[in-house]
């Protein structure tokens, strides 16, 4: 409120009122709801963005905040409620850009030439001169000194600069004016100056009737640029309000469950006595018979340092036949079943050099041990020999599991391997690591849901690639592992 | 980066500069107008099938139906085209749409390009024997004349490979429809964003290759003055080969149209090159593949150092 005395406040309200209606929302959503067949991503969402707002947009891995953007910027249909752009039809015609946080450039492409692909009606011999000029000028509006030749392959530029010109696109007028930038990690590969440079940007742009949707894990920029923060919490908004009502502390809390437990954790703080079986150069280390968790928010480097630790560990053809790890995917189709063989075949791959007789498999053996961890693991089905595709996920997951645990190995991976497993296997799973955990297996278990992470023995929290904290017992909590997932520090 | 990383065309053009040194210092006699005609000549539908292979691989596609669709090609060319104009033209015009439409099923069904175009070269081969059984037919007097033009300063296999060059360089890397197209390789995602139809650029990307396949088949005839069912079955291998020898890549939408053109004369005068050794013929294909091997072991030496710094 600027009301200043309190004879004209009235007035003044009333004139505030009417300047929000003429200023009429770029886009409002009414109780937007997006499902992916059970799953509901995004659960009746209420939100209008007018111009000279910045919206901060935070929360945690699967808060909903990536299918929220792609339900603005037109990607997504809604499941159910309403998506309106005032003024226009889609959301192209209302000036909506979106930047990813994975670079949607074309590598292969110019500078200059990527702006053509997203500029359709660029017409005439000289297009290339034209298009070269419009990104030069949006980039020495954000970047003053960037120094990016609009000729250069994207190819050859340093990841930086690429977000830089990503940036530069979402801004630069193609056809119609940018009106709602989303910004989705954009300072993620930017260096501090260049990110303050960004910040600025977004604050003359939004002083100047644009708006901004900014989402990002450094609090600091956050609280720094936007007029109001929007906290997601399971597909639902749970708080929106002017940022200056917000506290570091309140925000991260609004994103946590409130939990109070602990006393799991506390339980299991032990032995950590072990001798450790696992140090690599990233800090990453683990004790003989722990449950070691990685966290933070998704893609900061988890998965690639599992992989690297793995690969370094397991792909030598001199390693002879007793593997030191053993890999749990979480990427089921991907990196996990062999989709054409049975499920009997799916298990006993990693134990086939148990089950040989000079080089020939023991049929007979091989099917014990696959019966003996089918009754152990619990697989729901009747016959080892149906395929595996004829399993629900969660079996298929178990599956995976009982193709690792079977092993010999004393290591075992396990990349985010609970996706899209219910709640009742996870039980059993968990039991199952406790307890071969206790005869001396390692696990190193990466995993999105804060939650799983919190039964470990110790986390290491990932940020930008690198660790940023170790949490042991006591420290466990959703707090601390959100506390360290997210830059607290001011962005300056 | 590296200098070679950087100018990918350099590399592809020393090649050709090294083999082309090489034979002249074997036979000198081919330092002559009627020299090069000779030695260049059945580069000229090389070139332009190479160009078609080239469009399909721009949009991370591969085709394995250019060697058969070639020979249709010459067949109709040597055939209808000669007896019944307009009925050949029609029929070729007809091969160009079926082309197109083979990209956008490609794209909308997600289906294996390699899979799509080997199943087509059986038809398009059963086709050609159909309209051929026999080796035969007549090239077009016009064509034939076209073919055999003698231009002043420069023989026809030297103007023509210019030619193509210039063109499909205009065409793909100058103008803005051709960036597009590049962009389908590079980030076909990306495209998505901006609006842009992947399944209609993709149509256009083979229609663009059926329309130089097209082209090369009746080069081919010109050169040749007859056709047959099998004429020109090497032609898929050859093609895929000089892409990549012009410093193209499977991926990623990085093609170099001049380049293709360089690499389908490179691989020509490989050729010419082994005859002159007096290689027993045996050996000249083999000796082929080696020559094609080394060059390729080049570039990657060379792309791996611009890695490294």
Not at chain 1, 209 to 224: P, R, T
Not at chain 2, 105 to 126: C, H, K, Q, R, Y
Request: glycine share 10%; proline share 4%; net charge neutral.
């Amino acid at each position: 409120m600027r009301a200043g005395k309190p004879a004209c406040a009235p007035f003044l309200e009333y004139e505030a009122r009417m300047s929000e209606q003429e200023s009429a929302p770029i886009v409002s959503l009414t109780d937007a709801a997006k499902h992916f067949g059970p799953v509901r991503a995004l659960d009746g969402v209420s939100l209008s963005v007018r111009p000279g707002d910045c919206l901060g947009l935070v929360g945690h891995n699967g808060a909903g905040k990536s299918t929220l953007v792609y339900l603005i910027n037109g990607g997504l249909a809604p499941s159910s409620g309403e998506i309106a752009f005032p003024g226009a039809t889609e959301a192209a015609d209302a000036g909506v850009r979106s930047v990813f946080q994975e670079l949607s450039l074309c590598p292969n492409l110019t500078v200059a030439e990527n702006l053509r692909v997203s500029l359709r009606d660029m017409k005439g011999a000289s297009w290339r001169r034209t298009a070269g000029d419009i990104i030069t000028k949006s980039l020495d509006q954000i970047f003053p000194g960037h120094g990016i030749d609009p000729n250069a392959e994207i190819d050859s530029l340093p990841i930086a600069e690429r977000q830089m010109v990503e940036i530069a696109i979402g801004f630069a007028p193609r056809g119609t004016k940018a009106r709602l930038v989303i910004l989705d990690e954009p300072t993620s590969s930017l260096d501090a100056g260049i990110a303050e440079q960004l910040l600025t940007h977004i604050k003359k742009f939004c002083a100047d009737g644009g708006a901004v949707i900014f989402i990002s894990h450094m609090l600091g920029e956050v609280f720094e640029v936007a007029s109001r923060i929007i906290v997601l919490k399971d597909g639902g908004i749970v708080a929106e309000r002017p940022t200056a009502e917000f506290t570091r502390r309140g925000l991260v809390e609004a994103m946590g469950h409130v939990a109070a437990e602990g006393t799991e954790a506390a339980a299991s703080a032990q032995r950590h006595t072990g001798e450790i079986v696992i140090q690599t150069e990233q800090g990453l280390t683990a004790r003989k018979g722990e449950i070691v968790g990685l966290s933070g928010l998704a893609g900061h480097g988890q998965a690639a340092a599992l992989a690297k630790l793995y690969l370094s560990s397991s792909s030598n053809w001199r390693a002879g036949h007793r593997p030191k790890c053993v890999f749990v995917a979480g990427d089921r189709p991907r990196d996990g079943v062999l989709p054409l063989w049975s499920i009997l075949f799916n298990m006993s791959i990693s134990l086939l050099r148990q089950v040989d007789a000079w080089g020939w498999i023991d049929r007979k053996a091989e099917r014990a041990k696959s019966e003996e961890w089918k009754r152990r693991i619990g697989i729901r089905t009747d016959d080892v020999e149906n395929p595996v595709l004829s399993l629900s996920g969660g079996n298929q997951q178990k599956v995976l599991f009982a193709r690792a645990l079977a092993s010999t190995a004393p290591v075992v991976i396990m990349d985010d391997p609970m996706r899209g497993v219910d709640v009742g296997t996870k039980q059993d799973v968990y039991a199952m690591l406790r307890e071969e955990a206790s005869k001396g297996r390692t696990f190193l278990w990466y995993s999105t849901e804060t939650e799983e992470v919190c039964q470990c023995d110790r986390v290491f929290v990932f940020r930008n690639g690198e660790i940023s904290a170790e949490l042991t017992p006591p420290n466990i909590t959703e707090e601390r592992i959100l506390e360290a997932s997210f830059h607290m520090q001011e962005a300056s | 980066m590296s200098f070679f990383s950087r100018h990918r065309i350099l590399l592809p053009v020393i090649s050709l500069a090294v083999l082309l040194a090489a034979t002249f210092y074997m036979q000198p006699r081919a330092m002559s107008y009627f020299g090069l005609n000779l030695l260049f000549n059945l580069a000229v539908p090389i070139a332009l099938a190479t160009i078609a292979q080239m469009m399909i691989i721009m949009v991370n596609d591969i085709d394995l139906s250019v060697g058969a669709f070639v020979s249709l090609v010459a067949c109709i060319t040597a055939t209808y085209l000669n007896d019944s104009p307009m009925i050949g033209i029609l029929m070729l015009v007809a091969l160009i749409v079926t082309y197109a439409a083979m990209g956008a099923v490609i794209d909308a069904l997600e289906l294996p390009a390699i899979v799509v175009t080997l199943g087509m070269s059986f038809v398009w081969g059963g086709l050609a024997l159909f309209i051929l059984p026999s080796p035969g037919g007549a090239s077009p007097g016009w064509l034939r004349t076209l073919m055999t033009v003698k231009p002043p300063f420069m023989p026809m296999a030297v103007v023509a490979s210019i030619l193509i060059a210039i063109v499909t360089h205009l065409l793909i890397i100058r103008s803005g429809f051709g960036t597009v197209l590049r962009g389908v390789g590079g980030n076909s995602r990306a495209l998505t964003r901006a609006g842009l139809s992947v399944t209609r650029l993709k149509a256009w990307a083979y229609g663009l290759a059926g329309l130089f396949g097209v082209l090369a088949g009746m080069a081919l005839v010109g050169l040749t003055t007859a056709a047959d069912a099998n004429i020109a079955l090497r032609y898929t291998l050859l093609s895929i080969a000089g892409v990549i020898l012009g410093g193209g890549e499977f991926t990623g939408g990085k093609v170099s149209p001049t380049g293709a053109v360089i690499g389908a004369l490179t691989l020509t005068l490989a050729a010419s090159f082994l005859s002159f050794l007096r290689l027993s013929p045996d050996w000249q294909i083999g000796s082929q593949g080696a020559i094609l091997i080394l060059v390729l072991t080049a570039r990657l030496i060379f792309s791996r150092k611009g890695a490294a710094t």
